[in-house]
């Protein structure tokens, strides 16, 4: 079946603008996970939906980042106003619920601030 | 706190050799213990799983870790490394998410 996929695969933007990202979760799978990989760094959490709902907000680095999942399966990754230190690997997982240790993760999202 | 530490960034094996890559943890209590491996341009794999059961868990690809209270440490091993081996693998903690170690580059050459 299919797996997780994201989009776009890479982003350029200027520093300043909005970027969106998406991610499309395994079809049945209730969790799904956003991270952040930087260069030279482990992935860092930013935010867990179960459902529509997000229980775990914590990793979100500033108020310039929000999410939403809607209908229980896409889900969406805003940066507003975008900084060079944004510039990252944006990774997307899901998951059965319960089954946190079994994520099964998308090719992420490259994305460049200039 | 718990935590993971991936105690090399880069390991570098012959083809045919051996394959250790260190990983230590920190926790309170008993503790889900993952390592997953991402291959250049491809998304995380999960390649084994450690959950209080057998201390020596096999994974995928040849691979397996050694869960060892006593040294706090799940550390995985191959007998013999394939090219196909190269990738970053990062040693993973489950609470009611995954904390990500640090990763470690293996490199493997001919």
């Known amino acids: 079946g299919a797996g997780v996929s994201q989009s776009p695969s890479n982003k350029v933007t200027e520093k300043g603008k909005d970027v969106e990202l998406r991610c499309d979760p395994i079809?049945?799978?209730?969790?799904l996970y956003w991270y952040r990989q930087s260069l030279g760094q482990g992935l860092e959490f930013l935010i867990y939906?179960?459902?529509?709902?997000?229980?775990?907000k914590s990793g979100l680095p500033s108020d310039r980042f929000s999410a939403e999942r809607t209908g229980g399966s896409v889900s969406t990754l805003t940066i507003q106003r975008t900084q060079q230190e944004d510039s990252a690997v944006y990774l997307c997982a899901s998951s059965l619920a319960g089954q946190t240790y079994e994520q099964y993760f998308g090719p992420g999202t490259r994305l460049t601030v200039t | 706190a718990q935590s993971v530490t991936q105690l090399d960034s880069h390991v570098s094996v012959s083809e045919g050799t051996p394959v250790l890559l260190r990983c230590n943890y920190s926790?309170?209590?008993?503790?889900?213990l993952f390592w997953y491996v991402q291959h250049p341009n491809k998304g995380l794999q999960l390649l084994l799983k450690?959950?209080?059961?057998?201390?020596l868990v096999k994974g995928i690809n040849g691979f397996e870790a050694e869960f060892k209270k006593s040294e706090t440490s799940f550390h995985l091993t191959k007998p013999s490394a394939h090219m196909s081996d190269a990738a970053e693998y990062f040693c993973?903690?489950?609470?009611?998410?995954?904390?990500f170690g640090t990763g470690t580059r293996l490199q493997v050459f001919p």
């Open positions: 079809s049945g799978h209730t969790a």
């Open positions: 450690y959950t209080s059961a057998a201390t």
């Open positions: 926790s309170s209590y008993s503790p889900s």
């Open positions: 993973v903690f489950s609470t009611d998410k995954l904390i």
């Open positions: 939906f179960q459902g529509n709902s997000a229980p775990d």
